[in-house]
């Protein structure tokens, strides 16, 4: 079976984003590349702006998942248009688990659509738009696993 990873777009703010992840997850950078270091080509000249925004870079968030970003360039496709159509599910541990992942991620938030509490159908959960305008639910299903 294939592995599912996440891959976000950002305006601009892409190694900011992952520097804040980065302390989220504990987890290292496992490298960048900018649109700088791609070899220059006459066809797509690259403004000298766009040379230090980041055309990929990734972090491990477990042994099985990845999350991957990049700053989008208009000049390389289309531009970036961020709505709460995609969200980022964080299927937790434990209730532990799920609050320090809860805590760490809604510093400086946009949005708290839901804190991070007990529902009919999980011991925890909680969805947010964080300070990047990324959308992302936290999950505890504990004792309330569905039939």
Same mark, same amino acid.
């Given at each position: ?5 996440? !891959? ?10 992952? %520097?804040? !992840?980065?302390?989220?997850? @504990? ?7 900018? !649109? /700088? ?24 968030? $477990? ?6 970003? *990049?700053?989008?360039?208009? /000049?390389?496709?289309?531009?970036? #248009?961020? &709505? $709460? ?12 688990? *799920?609050?320090?992942?809860?805590? *760490?991620? #809604? @510093?400086? *938030? ?12 999980? %011991?925890?959960?909680? #969805?947010?738009?964080? @300070?990047? &305008? ?9 004792? @309330?696993?569905? #039939?």
């Amino acid at each position: 079976m294939a592995k599912v990873h996440a !891959y976000l777009n950002f305006n601009g703010d892409c190694r900011q984003a992952f %520097e804040f !992840y980065q302390t989220v997850f @504990k987890a290292e950078n496992l490298g960048t590349h900018t !649109y /700088g270091d791609m070899p220059a080509d006459p066809n797509f000249p690259l403004a000298e702006d766009a040379k230090d925004k980041v055309m990929h870079t990734a972090i491990h968030i $477990n042994p099985e998942t990845m999350l991957m970003g *990049a700053d989008v360039l208009p /000049g390389f496709g289309q531009p970036l #248009s961020q &709505g $709460n159509g995609t969200y980022i599910m964080l299927d937790t541990k434990d209730i532990a688990e *799920a609050e320090e992942l809860f805590q *760490a991620l #809604s @510093k400086d *938030a946009k949005v708290i659509e839901m804190q991070l509490e007990e529902t009919f159908f999980a %011991e925890r959960f909680a #969805s947010l738009q964080d @300070k990047f &305008g990324v959308y992302w639910m936290i999950h505890f299903e504990g004792n @309330k696993r569905m #039939s």
